[in-house]
């Protein structure tokens, strides 16, 4: 019953128009997945403070940490790759096992479709100790792996399985592993991530993260910084972020991101931006759109 509620919230999101992916890989060696305007404008990595929607991308682990029945829908822009991604999400962890659905979409060119379907659950397994499991179907078009070299074509399953940490109330952790069946395909490989969350005071979330690609590089892991800060000013969230990115592109890739959004009782309206500043030029726009259920 509770899937069926889930799945209809999911469609009436998809429909309703908009949810994004950031970029399912830019070139064949990006391992980007879906994301919201939170994570993006944080620098990409929320492991250890990603919750509601954006656990689904980042920790399953961490749905269980708020109680919530969120509908969220977005849209991404990529200008420079001439990408869009559109797509839907829905988490409830009003209960003691939260779950979530997510499906995206990601147009490039007005060519090539990659698509993204998940499942995720997430359950506390003591006082501040969490354990998530998220399965995903992946279904990616391009070039066929062939001669040792992994492209990008997929379809099929995989599995990220994620745990959060929070040992005092100004101190989270967050670990995921990614991609655990090593799918063939350089736009999902093994890859595992960490990051640390302070909360000096309840409206400052300071970040650091880190995501490490061990399959896709004959030089061996390559690894992806980033860090952020977040201030809640009223309903008002302002976001700043920075990433050090090895992994994406063939160089090194310098980005700073940034965010803003209103948030009400009922629903929330959340832009981010992504902006190469050396290494590269390319310019990602993402809006999230989130209505909020309320609870009896």
Request: hydrophobic share 45%; proline share 4%; aromatic share 8%.
């Amino acid at each position: 019953m509770e899937l069926t509620v889930l799945a209809r919230s999911l469609c009436c999101a998809t429909a309703l128009a908009l949810v994004p992916s950031v970029a399912l890989g830019q070139v064949q060696t990006a391992p980007e997945t879906p994301v919201t305007a939170r994570t993006m404008a944080l620098g990409g990595g929320t492991h250890a403070i990603a919750q509601s929607t954006s656990a689904l991308y980042v920790n399953p682990a961490a749905m269980s940490q708020s109680r919530v029945y969120h509908v969220d829908s977005s849209v991404l822009w990529d200008p420079a790759q001439g990408r869009w991604s559109f797509g839907g999400a829905v988490v409830d962890s009003t209960r003691k096992v939260g779950a979530g659905l997510a499906y995206h979409y990601s147009l490039l060119d007005g060519d090539t479709r990659n698509h993204d379907f998940r499942i995720a659950l997430g359950a506390a397994l003591a006082e501040g100790v969490s354990l998530g499991v998220t399965g995903r179907y992946l279904d990616y078009v391009g070039v066929p792996t062939a001669n040792g070299v992994r492209g990008s074509a997929y379809s099929g399953f995989t599995v990220d399985v994620g745990i959060a940490l929070k040992p005092w109330s100004w101190l989270t952790l967050g670990v995921t592993g990614y991609s655990l069946s090593n799918p063939d395909t350089a736009l999902s490989p093994l890859s595992i991530g960490g990051g640390i969350g302070i909360i000096p005071i309840d409206t400052l979330h300071i970040v650091a993260d880190t995501v490490w690609d061990v399959t896709s590089f004959a030089d061996g892991p390559r690894a992806r910084w980033s860090g952020g800060v977040e201030l809640l000013a009223s309903r008002v969230p302002l976001r700043l972020g920075y990433t050090y990115d090895d992994i994406r592109l063939n160089n090194p890739v310098h980005l700073i991101t940034a965010g803003l959004g209103y948030i009400d009782q009922m629903f929330a309206v959340e832009a981010a931006l992504r902006q190469e500043v050396h290494g590269g030029s390319q310019t990602t726009l993402l809006l999230n759109l989130r209505y909020f259920h309320r609870l009896l």
